[in-house]
């Protein structure tokens, strides 16, 4: 009985998660910081509205990534706001983090489905409506298409509001655009 209780307190701690993507939802990518403190500028960008916020780092070394997802972690509780650790699921356990979001490169979304907590939610960034069908099928629990605008790292961002018209049509979770809001 026990279990049962722990897995469907699980299933709707994700579902309430899950519900809260919507508004304006933030990546903090260390390397646009440019030095900044991450937990500075993340406390502005929660103040100024932002309820999801995704650290994306692809160069900090992980033993140093961790005591700022840590932190992440803790801000965003504390202001009741969601925080995703962007492709480093084990940042994102080691953290507590509320979710972790993975793209069409990294590791598949059935496999970290397997290793999360049942509470932990899972987005996916797809380029198309069947990866968008195949993410929420593995266990999305939203997708995210991106760039909307020009960025360093994302340029396709001429069909991208289409797109997102077309994934919302094709999936029953959320859909997220990302990419060059400043």
């Not at 480093?88 to 907590?117: C, F, Y």
């Not at 605008?149 to 991208?160: E, G, L, S, Y």
Request: with cysteine; hydrophobic share 45%; net charge positive.
């Amino acid at each position: 009985m026990y279990t049962i209780e722990k897995n469907l307190l699980s299933r709707l701690l994700r579902q309430d998660k899950t519900e809260k993507i919507k508004g304006l939802y933030a990546i903090i990518d260390t390397q646009s910081l440019k030095g900044r403190d991450p937990v500075a500028v993340t406390l502005q960008i929660i103040r100024g509205g932002a309820k999801v916020i995704q650290l994306r780092d692809k160069t900090t070394k992980k033993k140093d990534l961790l005591p700022i997802a840590q932190a992440l972690t803790n801000l965003c509780k504390e202001n009741r706001s969601l925080f995703i650790m962007n492709d480093n699921l084990d940042i994102a356990l080691a953290a507590g983090a509320d979710g972790l979001h993975i793209g069409q490169e990294d590791l598949s979304v059935g496999a970290a489905r397997k290793l999360v907590p049942l509470d932990m939610i899972i987005g996916c960034s797809v380029f198309n409506a069947a990866q968008a069908r195949q993410a929420v099928a593995d266990g999305a629990d939203y997708v995210a298409v991106g760039a909307i605008f020009p960025t360093p790292a994302k340029i396709r961002w001429f069909w991208v509001w289409n797109l997102c018209g077309r994934l919302k049509q094709a999936v029953s979770v959320p859909v997220v655009a990302i990419g060059g809001l400043t």
